[in-house]
């Protein structure tokens, strides 16, 4: 995953937890208002008094080097400090670090450490990252039935991105037996989620199957979608 893909995707977790202090949302508020001198200010106080919530911020704003020096060491530093308190997200976050790199050692298996707590604590993104290691045999011995395991949990909670590695599983046939039904399902519900790749991997795919095969994988990613992802099997 690019840096810059890495940082859209923690931009999309800048939510913070219920019980936040009015420090916290002072901070929270000139960060929106694009202060983040005044937003570091309020926030450190906190973050070193433990406050996860202000310790992910404040090792975010270093990662991206929003308006102070990009210092990925200083971004693990203060994501340690999160992760060590059960955060999910700070601990993806130092996973994403140890993945690639930045500010530590590059690490895969301490990397799996952190994406598994994360994922264990039901984060879609650390799920998918938890089924890449283990696709890709990093971290961790090669295990396709593990991969599909955390694909699955990540993709059943509308992951545009595990849904569309369930279908190229499913339609290689890695771990398991090749099923184009399922692979389209999955592609289908990948596209309906905007990945743009998997609109030419379901047309593909649909080449190989029967008419009849493709309408009942139609019907069967209807009732995915129309579940909210309750009835995907």
Known sequence: MSRLFRGAVFS???????????NFEAGLAAYEAGDTATALRE???????????AQFYIGFIYYVGLDVPQDYAEAAKWYRLGAEQGDAVT???????YEYGDGVPQDYAEAV???????????AYAQFKLGDMYFDGQGVPQDYAEAVKWYRLAA?????????NLGNIYFDGKGM???FMAAYMWFNLSAANDMEEASNARDNVAEKMRPADVIEAQRRARICLSSDYQDCD
Do not use: I, R
């Not at 601990?91 to 670090?97: A, D, K, R, T, V």
């Not at 994360?118 to 984060?123: D, I, R, S, T, W």
């Not at 059943?156 to 569309?164: C, E, H, I, K, W």
């Open 91 to 97: 601990q993806f976050s130092l996973g994403g670090l």
């Open 113 to 123: 450490k952190w994406y598994q707590l994360a994922a264990e604590q039901g984060f």
């Open 12 to 22: 999309l977790m800048l939510v913070p937890s219920a019980g936040t202090t009015q």
């Open 156 to 164: 059943l909670q509308g992951d545009a991105s595990a849904q569309f």
């Open 177 to 179: 037996p090749q099923d």
């Open 43 to 53: 926030w450190t106080p906190l973050a070193e008094q433990g406050n996860a919530d």
